[in-house]
């Protein structure tokens, strides 16, 4: 696989919401995204009959007109039941006079089905596939997916397009009824981002603002690959940035900050593996195990509690957690 050593990107696209997404998920490698506006670049027609062809397409045209290596992709959702359909036509299935209407482009869906009496479960798959090309005519392919059923009538009002329709494979919601940070982190387009993340180095330092980060050298969190490892977090209150009296109150805000951490990464608590409590008095095992309990639950991570000094007395409880996704 060919390394992406530059420091800019284009990606090749005009949805400006995209282009913002592209550029916080890769801040954290140094990458700067430029996006087709930035060069006033025309869309190409997009011929192809497969995912991977028309974002080849897209990648290709902008990286041999601006000269920068170029990331493109192109999604959408198969219905077995339709031999895949809508597939690369799924925006198309949305195509109105006066723009795109997705309540429509479900409504044909599920109609199609009906007409056919497709069978239950309707199974369906949402696919992604990023391609990254240079200007010397090289690429590199990444497929993501997730595999569900389609659901009727449709359910929930988050996302996009097809989700309120689209029930993924291990949950009783739709995309629609999902919180966007647990969609975020099973998608298919996430999916697809972890792979092409390997083109980066695949290590990714995750950074809470502190100025005391670049001081001593670390970072509130480092990513590799799919494992994420999160430093040290001591029990200050996130807002006043003082130490509560209790090492409960403590343990508590120490969690809160880790599950956040976890979650604006793709994470979630049930992905923790491992986790390391220090703290300063033997006597705070009992105070704490409501937050553990509470964090935790049945996922009962490998863990160890050792008993220390900390670098501010007012400091009782400091942990640090290891996560692995799937």
């Given at each position: 696989?060919?390394?992406?050593?530059?420091?800019?990107?284009?990606?090749?696209?005009?949805?400006?919401?995209?282009?913002?997404?592209?550029?916080?998920?890769?801040?954290?490698?140094?990458i700067?995204?430029?996006?087709?506006?930035?060069?006033?670049?025309?869309?190409p027609?997009?011929?192809?009959?497969?995912?991977?062809?028309?974002?080849?397409?897209?990648a290709?045209?902008?990286?041999?007109?601006?000269?920068?290596?170029?990331?493109?992709?192109?999604?959408?959702?198969?219905?077995?039941?339709?031999?895949?359909?809508?597939?690369?036509?799924?925006?198309?299935?949305?195509?109105?006079?006066?723009?795109?209407?997705?309540?429509?482009?479900?409504?044909?869906?599920?109609?199609?089905?009906?007409?056919?009496?497709?069978?239950?479960?309707?199974?369906?798959?949402?696919?992604?596939?990023?391609?990254?090309?240079?200007?010397?005519?090289?690429?590199?392919?990444?497929?993501?997916?997730?595999?569900?059923?389609?659901v009727?009538?449709?359910?929930?009002?988050?996302?996009?397009?097809?989700?309120?329709m689209?029930?993924?494979?291990?949950?009783?919601?739709?995309?629609?009824?999902?919180?966007?940070?647990?969609?975020?982190?099973?998608?298919?387009?996430?999916?697809a981002?972890?792979?092409?993340?390997?083109?980066?180095?695949?290590?990714r330092?995750?950074?809470?603002?502190?100025?005391?980060?670049?001081?001593?050298?670390?970072?509130?969190?480092?990513?590799?690959?799919?494992?994420?490892?999160?430093?040290?977090?001591?029990?200050?209150?996130?807002?006043?940035?003082?130490?509560?009296d209790?090492?409960?109150?403590?343990?508590?805000?120490?969690?809160?900050?880790?599950?956040?951490?976890?979650e604006?990464?793709?994470?979630?608590?049930?992905d923790?593996?491992?986790?390391?409590?220090?703290?300063?008095?033997?006597?705070?095992v009992?105070?704490?195990?409501?937050?553990?309990?509470?964090?935790?639950?049945?996922?009962?991570?490998?863990?160890?509690?050792?008993?220390?000094?900390?670098?501010?007395?007012?400091?009782?409880?400091?942990?640090?957690?290891?996560?692995l996704?799937?």
């Open positions: 696989m060919r390394k992406f050593t530059g420091k800019t990107l284009l990606f090749a696209t005009h949805n400006a919401g995209k282009v913002e997404e592209m550029r916080a998920l890769l801040a954290p490698y140094g700067e995204v430029k996006s087709n506006a930035d060069f006033n670049l025309p869309e027609e997009e011929t192809g009959t497969t995912f991977a062809e028309n974002a080849r397409i897209k290709h045209a902008a990286a041999q007109a601006t000269g920068l290596p170029a990331l493109s992709d192109d999604s959408g959702i198969e219905v077995d039941a339709l031999g895949g359909a809508p597939g690369v036509y799924t925006a198309d299935w949305a195509e109105t006079p006066n723009g795109r209407d997705f309540t429509m482009a479900m409504t044909k869906t599920w109609t199609e089905c009906e007409k056919i009496a497709a069978p239950f479960p309707r199974t369906a798959r949402f696919r992604s596939t990023l391609v990254l090309a240079w200007p010397d005519g090289h690429d590199e392919i990444f497929d993501g997916k997730v595999e569900g059923q389609l009727w009538p449709m359910r929930g009002t988050h996302g996009h397009g097809y989700d309120p689209f029930q993924p494979d291990g949950y009783d919601i739709t995309f629609g009824e999902m919180e966007p940070a647990e969609k975020n982190r099973i998608s298919h387009r996430a999916n981002f972890r792979k092409l993340v390997t083109c980066f180095g695949g290590r330092n995750v950074s809470s603002g502190s100025p005391y980060e670049p001081k001593l050298g670390y970072s509130r969190a480092v990513m590799q690959g799919d494992w994420c490892f999160v430093a040290g977090t001591t029990g200050a209150d996130p807002v006043t940035r003082t130490f509560p209790s090492v409960l109150d403590q343990a508590r805000n120490a969690l809160a900050t880790i599950r956040g951490v976890l604006a990464q793709g994470f979630s608590l049930s923790v593996v491992r986790a390391n409590y220090v703290i300063t008095d033997p006597s705070y009992e105070a704490i195990i409501p937050a553990l309990s509470e964090t935790f639950g049945e996922i009962r991570p490998a863990a160890m509690m050792i008993v220390a000094g900390l670098v501010n007395p007012a400091m009782k409880i400091e942990i640090e957690v290891t996560a996704r799937g």
